[in-house]
Each structure stands twice: as C-alpha cells, then as structure tokens.
C-alpha cells in the first residue's frame, strides 16, 4: 500500500514502531526541556510524566536544578549509569541533531530509541543510529503519538 494512501487513512507505515515504543519505554531523557511551562517541551514532558513515563531533563543551561521534580543534567553523558534511558526525545533544532546522536550511541547503553520532535529530521544522525539497532522517529510528537496506543 502507498505512504500517501495509508496516511490519507490515519494510518502511518510507523505505528507499529510508534506502539511498541510506547509501550516499553519507561525512561525518557528529553534534551531540550525547559523550565518555562510555557514552552512546549515542558507541556510534553508534563503529559508523558502524567502516563507513568520518567521524564529525565537535559538541558546546559539549567543543570544542577530540577523540572518536574527530576534533577537536570548538562548532557546525555552526564546521566548517572543506574538510570536506565529508553529513549531520548529531541527537542533541539535540525544542526544539533548529529551531536546527540553520537552522544546517546556512546553513553546511554540501554537506548532504544531516538526521537526527534516536530518539524525536525537528520537522515545522516538516523541512519548511524538505525546502524546500531536504535528505532528512530523523526518529525513526530509522543505527546500526540502515544494516546493512539495507550
């Protein structure tokens, strides 16, 4: 069946992926988030804790403090080892992608999953981490994605 077909049915060629992945995830180091409610990463981090997920926030410029009752680290590879990341939600522009990519494939072993949020997609980043057996989600929302399988 054509893409074009199955999206004009609702029905995208990544749902499987995007079930499964919201189904076993538990733990989610969100790069990006903010302290600010206003902004939307805070409202997706907000939801995803709501559902039971661990929302774990990277952000530079706000380490050493906490959002949503989580400590916030600097980077990826600042993430203690006892904290077991799923999935790393980007919410970072297109140029900042390749960098964390790199650095969740060489710090967080129990990555399965890189997502990058709406309107954001580097095909180079997906491929080295599809490369190394990651699920990768480009241009999509798990605030939006995971209701439909929850």
Known sequence: MQY??????GVSPMDDDIAR??????CIAMVGLSPNELR???????????????VI??????????????PVFGSLAQIPADIRVDMVDIFRRAEAIPSIVDEALAHLRDVRTI???LGIFHEPAAQRA???GLT???????????PRFL
């Open 115 to 117: 997502w990058m949020q």
């Open 40 to 54: 939307p990463a805070w409202g997706v981090a907000r939801f995803l804790k709501s559902q039971g997920y661990r």
């Open 130 to 132: 599809r490369a190394r």
């Open 4 to 9: 074009a077909i199955l999206r004009d049915i």
């Open 136 to 146: 990768v989600i480009e241009d999509r929302c798990p605030k939006i994605e995971f």
């Open 57 to 70: 926030p990277v952000n530079p410029f706000h380490a050493g403090t906490e959002i949503l009752d989580e």
């Open 21 to 26: 992945i919201a189904r076993e995830t538990r």
